[in-house]
């Protein structure tokens, strides 16, 4: 009976991981399955050693001011290995966390196969990461496609497994099918607290500049609706069926991140948006962006099309005044198909191969 044992720090890890397990499952059973995620992980046969909301923190402050938790979170990590002692360790994203845990995988259990499902971006930033991946990792399992052509360059291997964004969203298309309606707006502020305390405000503060429109929130899984509600006015809409919300919507507000991706392949046009506390910073790094990043833009819609499909407001030029005014821009109908356009390039750009179905067989057969 093989062992698995998955970590994810955050709710997109969490999903899929989670449909990782189905498919590890409906190879094997009998295999057994635990780690650190969240509650669809658990739903799909995982023991949760910790779940994702005592994990998910990024900011500076927030690492600071949890380090405790943290250093719980690294020493629950390693007892549960050595108690598991799983035939494969998968490790999805969350690099900082994921990769000491390799290391100490791979000095404590030296036989415990290490797989890399959904590797750190630094095909963006950090790229000395790479050596340290490969280093540590029996087989790296990307999501985009010119990852393995990025590891090649320095000697690498990295397999292109497919993008389980692309996945997910076609298993439920499949399913479901939702009119886009004219007078909806969609805010997508993030996954992580510190992200909607920060963002949403200015989000809604643009999107009730537009006459006419419904607003339609969107939670992100372990935040409380406690922490959304405050902010909201008398018929706006908090929701917890994002892809539901994005669908329907004419247009969107998205928190730079996987779902900038998530709303381009759900045919939704948008602006995304990313707050930064010191913005003197961020027009630092636009000055001195070669020495910092190795991409001309930030979201994964733009870096996958190679141009610019969506308009990026990201740190100083994060306000409701730019976000309204793009807003307003997106309600011209050649403006729309223009992203709609580059949406379709995407999504031939990233194919159709199931990425959990692909990352499973390889991690099965060991």
Not at 119 to 146: E, N, T
Not at 160 to 168: A, I, S
Not at 213 to 241: C, M, N, S, W
Request: charged residues 20%; aromatic residues 10%.
């Amino acid at each position: 009976m093989a062992k698995y044992f998955i970590i994810a720090g955050e709710a997109s890890g969490d999903t899929h991981g989670a449909e990782l397990i189905k498919q590890l499952l409906l190879r094997d059973p009998r295999a057994s399955v635990a780690g650190l995620g969240g509650d669809r992980m658990a739903a799909a046969g995982c023991t949760l050693y910790q779940h994702y909301r005592h994990m998910a923190f990024m900011a500076f402050a927030a690492v600071l001011s949890h380090w405790k938790q943290i250093r719980r979170n690294f020493q629950i990590a390693r007892e549960a290995l050595l108690t598991e002692h799983p035939d494969a360790l998968i490790l999805i994203d969350y690099p900082s966390f994921n990769l000491r845990m390799a290391s100490f995988c791979r000095k404590h259990l030296p036989k415990t196969k290490i797989y890399y499902y959904i590797p750190p971006k630094v095909w963006a930033w950090k790229r000395r990461r790479i050596h340290r991946i490969a280093r540590l990792c029996d087989r790296i399992l990307g999501i985009f496609p010119f990852e393995p052509e990025f590891y090649a360059r320095y000697g690498y291997q990295c397999t292109y497994v497919g993008n389980p964004t692309v996945e997910e969203i076609t298993a439920r298309s499949e399913t479901e099918t939702f009119g886009r309606t004219a007078n909806v707006i969609a805010l997508l502020p993030g996954s992580r607290k510190s992200e909607v305390m920060n963002c949403l405000p200015v989000m809604l503060e643009a999107a009730r500049r537009i006459e006419g429109f419904h607003i339609v929130v969107t939670a992100a899984p372990g935040l409380e609706d406690k922490i959304y509600t405050p902010f909201l006015q008398p018929g706006e809409t908090l929701t917890r069926d994002t892809h539901a919300a994005i669908q329907k919507a004419q247009m969107a507000v998205v928190n730079s991140g996987t779902a900038t991706l998530e709303t381009a392949l759900l045919g939704c046009p948008q602006v995304a948006v990313y707050y930064l506390a010191c913005s003197s910073f961020l027009r630092m790094v636009r000055w001195a962006q070669p020495l910092f990043f190795s991409i001309r833009h930030f979201t994964l819609v733009n870096i996958l099309a190679g141009k610019e499909v969506i308009r990026e407001l990201l740190a100083d030029d994060f306000t409701a005044a730019k976000i309204e005014a793009e807003l307003r821009r997106l309600m011209d109908a050649n403006v729309r198909q223009k992203m709609l356009d580059g949406y379709a390039e995407i999504r031939t750009i990233l194919g159709t191969s199931a990425a959990s179905e692909t990352a499973a067989q390889i991690i099965y057969e060991g």
